[in-house]
């Protein structure tokens, strides 16, 4: 089994770019998180080094369906808003904090995708697929659900490994949020569930 980092690997995790998962540390001390399978060194320059999933899952533990992720707040990680939170951040700061995020996953899909492509989902998001798919939301200017209120979009963990559902009441606006998850490089298909016959949507990562 293998063993826990020690309190100074945790730091250097901990204060990973909470988007990109870029590292800063000594070169002994990210040498250890690569053999650990924590982290990995990118094969251009200047040869940087990431947080691999299992570093991220570490840090930020992928939300529950029954334990949404907070926004993020003064002094905390930036989280998307998957829909459900109390009281969320609004305004232009987080306008400009989403926009920010939005463009360093792409960035990180650029030096982690093989072919360095951006227009599909890259490792990290493969193992945040909740985050993920909000950030694509959000970023894209859709409207998350506040609280218990009905209207905007919901983003939720699923039984399948490898995908999330989306629900948003309004139908219009389902399909906008399909849209947008297609363009982000989502397989995205809908559903009606079978009990309240509502629309929600399944999407993947899709890798090809």
Known sequence: MTRPPTAAQRRVIDAADPVTGRLRGSPAQLAALVGRGLAFRHPRPPHDHFLTPAGHRLRTPEPSRTEPARASGAGRVFAARIGGEERPESGPARVREVHSAWQGL???????NPDEAVDRP???ERG?????????????GHRPAEGD??????VRATP????????EPDATRLRACAATLEGAGWQVGEHTEPRTRARYLLASPRRA
Do not use: K, N
């Open 149 to 154: 209120g009905e209207d905007g979009y919901r």
């Open 106 to 112: 792409l960035e990180l899909r650029r030096m982690t």
């Open 160 to 167: 399948q490994p490898d995908a999330v559902a989306v629900r």
């Open 122 to 124: 890259c490792a990290w």
């Open 128 to 140: 945040h697929l909740v985050q993920a798919a909000a950030l694509a939301l959000e970023a894209a």
